[in-house]
């Protein structure tokens, strides 16, 4: 791997640790060592441009990456153990770190650091999860690193009242990686994903130590570079319990991570709300209702007029909050009466303040990541409000991407708001040189991909903007974002492994005029993203369990395609459609016609089935299988598709159910015309087409009635079929093609 300007060779060293138990004298304490990890950031140079934008076209900056070092510990003492300190080149690290305000740094302590510490990576933070560690639990430990170690192993010390754990962490760069995590609402079952490069599948699974294969369903193929296990349980876990899984390989190489058990319900919520008046319970219900039938079930920090404050204070108000599945994210104790967060929020933007921290060595990158410490106490301190609330905290783009994996271990969700508008604004009125790196929306998904791999196995989380923009001195207005733009910003993040998502915000006035001055534009985008927020709760299940993977995909010209694995049994293909680009007068776009997805399929996936996921329901998706190759018609892609592959027989039904039960009352209640009910019709015929020889002709039908509809073309009333010259004969437009 290069490092910033230098071409180095890292050695990886094999090594064995034999699991040892320390004590003090105690018979009630004890520490076993389960485990070591490393896990180097991963740069994506295809976006350095992006990363270093205000270099370009001139220059597109150098490659910076870190790591993280991991140790894993079990308790196997019948008291708790507290992690006091922790050691990385035999230096304490509690004596290292030395603050200077809200910030830590080792060159607040020396001028010159010592060597050893520098050529172990460079310390930015560290902490024990959780601490005190209970009778029997397991833990984590990590040392943030800010520069790849110049040495081939690292030596962490863990210091505990139970005695001091040394442990040596190979610098391997292949090193495989667990690289999610998801549990069941009953938390019986555990979903994971591992990524390695040349592919192959653990050949043991290992939960806090304990041998959990022959409960654990496991799939590979040597030709992918992931796999997957299922983790069945007898009993389910408690709730936010912290629990080690290890995947130990063929050839004794070893992922491990660790994370806390918690369901993830996919938290799609709205920064600030529409204004509510002062007292006005009935206008509070009201908007909870009108955003749970968008799909949202979260508020994010703030409320907008004291009406919903009042309601979210009384008992009734928050049952009728919970009754309806609508949640907050807070960033205090018992702010709006509320004592059972969804999220804790940390701190909103800290790399920013890292960027204002003085006294650091200038120009060599010693910044990000310097005021974790004081945030992760925060963090701790809101965790022991409420322990089954996950903490979780929000990062801006300064210094990216290192800054997303300085800040990725913080907390157990990492938050990051690209606001692609505002960079098209600085494109178009500041920077023109900008533009070819933001008519699309590239951006959203180079951001996303980082913070989802600077995060794991934890989920991430992306805040989009959704505001009219008012430029300040010369008045110039940026208009609210398109509803087009928005729908690929959602499948580029969604693609990128998202997990959750919010939108900042609906505050109105300017100079980031939000959606709650309603007008057309912004009530057009409010429809919009609630349909992308019915999607999302439709497919929930899916995407909270799966995990962004490079599955060879092949797509017709025109058509950007991506894949999440679901499991041991499912894949999610998201289709966007790559002809288009965005200014100040909107999204300009053209329909890709006869669109077709490839996807080599990995040999756990024979034969399987596929359909489709939309704000009106799921329909029927066109495929044909040679071998391991599935081919996806889609038809006509005007924007958007998501495609569910699978080999579950009873997984179409259930996600029916679940539009049908959670998502189509909702849909109906701002989309009606989604939703008629009676017999099907056809509302808009076809029209008449001429085209030159050669030529494509495309057409199209609007049809009503009791959803979800399935669409059949027919000549001379035979049925067509996909291929050739036809594509799209299963869906509403059909293409004729030369």
Known sequence: MSGAGTDRTIVIALFIVAAGTLGTGRTDAAVTLLGVQYQPDLPYVEHQCIWHDRNYPTSCGTVVVGANAYVFIRNTGSSAVTVSDVTLAGTSLQYALKAKGDANSIFYRWTNPPQALLDAGEPVWYKADPNPVPAGGSARIVVRLRFTPKTPTVSVGVVTSAGTISATIPVAADAPQLASAAFSPDRRRVTLHWRRSGGAAPASVLMDGTDVTASTTTVGDPAMSFAASVVQLAQPLAASSFHVFQGVYADGKTATAGMRAWVNPFIYATWCTRPVPDGDLTAARAWIDDATNHGFNAAMNQLDGAGLADLFGTASGRQYAADRGYGLIIDSVNKFNCSNPLLWFIDDEPDTRDSRVDGLPAGEG???????????????????ANPLSPTAVNIDGTYRPTNYYNWGQVADVLMVDPYYQRRLVDAYWKNPNLIPLYRKATYIYAVTQAVTTACEPNPSYVILYSCEYRDSSTGQIWPFPTVESKRIEVYYALAAGA??????????????????????????????????????????????SGHPVNLP???????????????????????VNDQYYNDQ????????????????????????????ITAAGLADVSTQTAGNQLQVHLGSLNLTRMIVVTRDPAL????????????????????????????????????????????????????????????RWQRNQADLSNGGHYSGVDTPTLTVSN
């Open 366 to 384: 010693h910044n990000a990541g310097v005021v974790a410490m004081s945030r992760l106490a925060t963090g701790e301190a809101l965790r022991a």
């Open 652 to 711: 179409r039904d259930t996600i029916r159910q679940r539009y049908e039960q959670l998502v189509r009352p909702g849909v109906c209640a701002f989309a009606p015309e989604l939703c008629v009910t009676g017999p099907p019709g056809i509302t808009q015929h076809p029209a008449d087409r001429a085209v030159c020889p050669g030529g494509t002709a495309t057409f199209s039908v609007t049809a009503s009635g009791s959803g979800p509809l399935s669409f």
């Open 585 to 612: 007068a909107g999204c300009h776009y053209t329909p890709v016609g006869n669109a077709v997805v490839t996807a080599t399929l990995p040999a756990w996936m024979p034969s399987p089935s596929a359909f489709e």
């Open 499 to 544: 997990k959750g998502m919010a939108y900042w915000w609906l505050k109105p006035g300017y100079p980031s005029n939000g959606l709650g001055a309603g007008g057309t534009a912004a009530n057009a985008l409010w429809k919009e993203i609630g349909l992308l927020g019915n999607e999302i709760k439709t497919a929930a299940p899916l995407l909270v």
């Open 553 to 575: 995909l092949q797509t017709s010209g025109g058509v950007w395609a991506r894949a999440l694995a679901v499991g041991i049994d499912t894949i999610l293909i998201l289709a």
